[in-house]
């Protein structure tokens, strides 16, 4: 079974710094990856899609990285700004026909301006 | 706003209550899914649909109940609920379940009292 561990649960930057985010899982065996963010009470909004073929994916400051050796995905945040406060969250899908897709329980991120 | 909508936004309920959760999504997709955030714990998947059949059941109670009669709606029948299944009931959709970025509604705030 898929286990996904995301590393810290709560961050807590300074305005415009770089930071990394963490995300480890078990089963080497993935379909993709997907990194979200969710602000409070809200859903969850799609921010950068890795396929297992793939080592990482940049959109604008961000840049996700994978490791499946290793069983680790990075997300990179640049230069982060307040409005980049909220939960992140890793998501991983495995082989088998149809998508199941394991969450991991999120890093709460916080940039203090 | 992403082109999934859910209602209600929050609902209130008795354990002897029969309520339903709508899912829209105007994207043209042919995948839907429900799944459940709980405090502190992972996003977990309940059901998934492809072209309006379930392809996934997540060993969910059969308190809930899932129907989709088109591949643009998707609802969540409740029944006999308990306490703990309060929780934060999130919709997605994709182009299709196998390697596609799923997006998000915003979901819909459960309390059973």
């Known amino acids: 079974k898929q286990e996904v561990t995301q590393i810290p649960a709560a961050l807590s930057v300074p305005e415009g710094e770089n930071l990394v985010l963490n995300c480890s899982f078990t089963?080497?065996?993935?379909?993709?990856l997907q990194w979200f963010r969710q602000d409070p009470g809200k859903g969850l909004t799609s921010l950068l899609l890795?396929?297992?073929?793939?080592r990482e994916q940049t959109s604008g400051r961000l840049n996700a990285s994978l490791d499946k050796s290793s069983g680790r995905s990075t997300l990179y945040i640049a230069a982060s700004q307040p409005g980049d406060s909220a939960t992140y969250l890793c998501?991983?899908?495995?082989?088998?026909?149809?998508?199941?897709?394991?969450f991991g329980t999120g890093t709460k991120l916080q940039v203090i301006p | 706003e992403t082109g999934v909508t859910q209602t209600p936004r929050h609902l209130v309920m008795g354990m002897t209550n029969k309520k339903s959760l709508k899912c829209e999504q105007h994207?043209?997709?042919?995948?839907m899914y429900w799944y459940k955030q709980s405090a502190k714990k992972p996003l977990e998947l309940m059901f998934v649909?492809?072209?309006?059949?379930?392809?996934e059941n997540n060993s969910v109670p059969s308190r809930f109940s899932p129907e989709c009669p088109n591949s643009s709606h998707l609802f969540l029948h409740l029944h006999t609920l308990q306490p703990e299944d309060s929780a934060l009931y999130l919709c997605?959709?994709?182009?299709?379940?196998?390697?596609?970025?799923?997006?998000f509604g915003p979901g819909t705030r459960l309390t059973v009292l």
């Open positions: 997605a959709s994709s182009v299709a379940t196998s390697t596609d970025t799923q997006y």
């Open positions: 089963d080497s065996a993935i379909y993709n």
């Open positions: 890795i396929q297992s073929s793939q």
């Open positions: 998501a991983f899908s495995s082989l088998g026909g149809y998508q199941k897709v394991t």
């Open positions: 994207l043209g997709h042919n995948a």
């Open positions: 649909y492809s072209l309006e059949e379930r392809v």
